[in-house]
């Protein structure tokens, strides 16, 4: 198990070449907005305190993108003497997961405006706000036909088509149904309302993420459930809402992503109240019960989002907040 120990933070400044500069070691702040729509992620971030020359060039137009990559160094793991100094190889996608580490990537995107400001007399900033895909989602379209005896598969596979001139790769996709159109279709449009219809006949979201064209199914999750406690970095207490799911907080972990599952004891969610004057309308005593595996209030109006019993949850928004 990682330990949420000594914070890890890189900030990429990119062309479109991905050639760049990092500002990792100065003092940022940032919030990352993410939910579970069609809608790109946003990021605003605040560099504070920098050079005259490095503001100018990011006011300007040489950088293009950025990217955010946080989580936490760990506890540095104990070697034999012997083992001092031998180069250990890993594999790209294990960077930030082994030996107690637990940092990644939680935010890319295409700089969409900057400008300066000032806190106090003596420190200055530079603010940056991006989105994530937006070039894709504002400017990708689909102008091509299918012949008959297609399906909703290839409808996909030429939405791909349509976003590789901006940098999109395939990335999480459910199963497509076996539909076979028996009439060729001819195609002129946005390619993210093609992909709102593609994603309603497969019955789930989809949302371009990092790079990649994600469409998960609604009723399946992408990765285990993460247990969250004091341990692991949860911070506070779980509460509950009016139907809009349990908030949690916790410390950054990038293994969390949207259509994830988390794990938190359930006994410790706050408990969310009825209104005074859904008490008042009330003629008798309501109840719980429970309902597959989750408690739901009986005979109310107002309608506490309902308590899974086995403490699992699927994640359905993220706000990633920082402060260097």
Known sequence: ????????????????????????????????EWTDTRWPRVGLVKIYNLSKDTASRILGTEFAKIKIIAGYDGLA??????????????????????????????????????????????????????????????????????????????VHAAVLDSCKPFGITQGITGEFPPTVFPRGRSFYHSTRDVMDNVAAQCGASWQFVSGQLNMIPTNKYIHEAIELNSRTGLIGMPQQTMGAGVNVRCLINPNIRINGLIGINQASVYRASLSNDEVKSLPSRVSETDNNGNLTVNGTLQQPSSIATDGVYIVKSIDYTGDT
């Open 77 to 154: 793991p104990e070697y034999a003497a012997a083992d001092v100094g031998v180069v250990r190889n890993i594999s790209e996608e294990d960077v930030g997961h082994v030996a107690g580490t637990n940092y990644g990537e939680i935010f890319s995107g295409d700089i969409r405006f900057t400008v300066t400001g000032r806190d106090n007399p003596t420190d200055t900033y530079v603010l940056i706000q991006a989105i994530d895909g937006h070039q894709a989602f504002l400017y990708a379209s689909m102008i091509t036909t299918l012949s008959a005896g297609y399906t909703v598969a290839d």
């Open 1 to 32: 198990m990682s330990q949420n120990w000594m914070r890890h933070f890189e900030l990429q400044i990119l062309s479109e070449n991905g050639q760049g500069i990092s500002l990792s070691d100065l003092k940022v702040t940032f919030n990352i």
